[in-house]
């Protein structure tokens, strides 16, 4: 009927695993090595070159069961614009022509989600997990920001975050 | 006629590119107001940039406003259709949590902006700053974290 046993491994289970967290990610910087002109068109406030670096946040979908498909990757420029690709061809595609869903708010606040392409992407650890402290990703992305014609280069170090 | 013509586009376009693009206004925001129901998305005292673009053919802006609140690893966005932000406003949200988690259709849902206190009222191309006290009703989707902030705006040049 009651099955004390199992009830008993499922309470060890909720006070083994400590405080929720429903997401696995690394956070980390990354620095752009690249970028084409479209990318520095506006102003000083807006404009990403090489050696711009920004904030980022790496979610594998390896790492946990709820980091649910695909592989996504972050940009924050500043708080002043952010952008989330959601890489349907995972953080190893070797191409040029990965697929992508781009999410995110412009530099002046408008709110986008936009299909792009990217590639190639490159990550240290083939699958990682929440046993792998640091991360690193190198790759290019397309319509950076949301910028018309703005391809970033770029590689970045993670930490995995507590 | 046919260089009147041609004159007369040339200087089209040029008033055009000169036209602004789009004017945005950011500043530092302050959570005066976070209830516990926001968990560990955002506390009393929180600070983030914002940034407002209010609706306005003048401004370049279009017909929609948005108010954007970024932390350095997430970034939230109100859209306001067809009005600028006030009192009442509905709004549709679009986010990326600091975990990559999203949402990416604004349309889906809509919750409210329940007040809006700016000073000056209203901004024009010219206005170089304002005050802003505003509360968001369930900001990045979570039932009952009503934030209030208090912001300041300063015009990007």
Known sequence: ?162 | MKLTVALALGAAILTISVARAETAWVGNSFAVNAPSYCGSTIGYGDSNRITYRPAGSALGNGTDSYVAILSQRSAFVARVVGSLAKTGAAYSPLWVGSHLNIDADYNAWTSKISSWTMTPATLSATTDSAEVTFTIVKYYGKTGCDVTFHANLERTP
């Open chain 1, 1 to 162: 009927m009651f099955d004390v046993r199992a009830t008993t491994i499922a309470a060890l289970a909720i006070l083994a695993s400590g405080p929720a967290s429903a997401f696995v990610v690394w956070q980390g910087e990354a620095v752009v090595t690249s970028a084409t002109t479209a990318c520095a068109a506006g102003t000083s406030r807006t404009k990403i070159a090489a050696g711009t670096v920004l904030r980022s946040v790496v979610r594998p979908m390896s790492a946990d069961a709820s980091n649910i498909a695909p592989d996504r990757i972050g940009f924050n420029h500043d708080s002043q614009s952010e952008v989330a690709f959601l890489l349907k061809n995972g953080l190893a595609y070797t191409g040029t022509t990965g697929s992508a869903t781009a999410v995110g708010v412009t530099h002046y606040g408008v709110g986008k989600t936009t299909a792009t392409t990217y590639g190639p992407m490159k990550i240290s650890v083939a699958k990682p997990t929440a046993s792998n402290p640091y991360l690193k990703v190198s790759g290019t992305v397309k319509n950076f920001m949301f910028i018309t014609g703005c391809t970033v280069a770029f590689r970045a170090g993670y930490v995995l975050r507590p």
